[in-house]
């Protein structure tokens, strides 16, 4: 099957500094890939959905300013977590998309700003 | 928006024993696909089965199968022999063929734990 990847896995930062998650399809393009946050025993909820060459669509309640994403390539998209604050700390994963329904995701990233 | 409903929370079964996760969904498409993820301890999502609406016969993977009714919008996960690497968070998710944009929508998620 498909697989996507994520770096880095865990990561941890001090308040007020950034970070960049990439998520990559290791043997597929994928025009679109999605971001999502997972709070402890909750659902995935989905932050932005980004296609190849444009500018990524955010879900409501989704600061942009915050949370870059750029979908540089097929491949390869990244979210940065700016200015990052203690309630930025969570479980992030992203997904992509191969065809119309098939949709894979990465093993996930936790963030935790100290 | 599609709205995806898992009424249990949490769910626990006996090592061997059959159980069966529900699902309900609301959506005024006829042509859809749905899912059961699941999400172990590792956080890592895998699919664990998928039905196409068009499709009137249940989807089987080994131990999994669906119970999928499209009239009742129902779509229910059964898991026979339970084993010990069963234990993970299960969730049920809705797709309507959509280029371009979000398309999948979960529920809230089914707690299950295998008792040994």
């Known amino acids: 099957g498909a697989v996507v990847s994520q770096h880095p896995s865990r990561v941890i930062c001090k308040s007020g500094t950034s970070v960049k998650i990439e998520c990559r399809s290791l043997?597929?393009?994928?025009?679109?890939m999605f971001w999502y946050r997972q709070f402890p025993k909750q659902s995935l909820m989905l932050m932005a959905t980004?296609?190849?060459?444009?500018?990524?669509?955010?879900e409501q309640g989704v600061e942009k300013d915050k949370f870059l994403i750029n979908h540089a390539s097929l491949t390869l998209s990244t979210l940065t977590v700016t200015s990052a604050h203690p309630e930025d700390s969570s479980f992030y994963i992203c997904?992509?998309?191969?065809?119309?329904?098939?949709?894979?995701f990465g093993p996930g990233t936790r963030l935790t700003v100290t | 928006a599609q709205t995806v409903t898992q009424s249990q929370p949490e769910m626990s079964v006996q090592e061997a024993e059959t159980v069966t996760l529900s699902c309900t969904y609301d959506?005024?498409?006829?042509?859809?696909?749905l899912f059961w993820y699941k999400q172990p301890p590792s956080r890592q999502m895998i699919l664990v089965i998928r039905?196409?609406?068009?499709?009137?016969q249940n989807a089987t993977e080994n131990r999994f199968s669906v119970n999928f009714q499209k009239a009742a919008k129902s779509f229910s996960l059964k898991i026979s022999d339970s084993q010990l690497g069963d234990t993970a968070m299960y969730f049920c998710?809705?797709?309507?063929?959509?280029?371009?944009?979000?398309?999948?929508?979960f529920g809230t998620g089914t707690r299950l734990t295998v008792i040994p």
């Open positions: 039905q196409e609406a068009y499709k009137q």
């Open positions: 980004s296609n190849e060459g444009s500018k990524a669509t955010y």
């Open positions: 998710a809705f797709m309507k063929p959509l280029a371009g944009a979000n398309n999948l929508f």
């Open positions: 959506t005024s498409e006829n042509n859809y696909y």
């Open positions: 043997d597929f393009q994928a025009t679109t």
């Open positions: 997904s992509a998309r191969q065809g119309p329904y098939e949709q894979y």
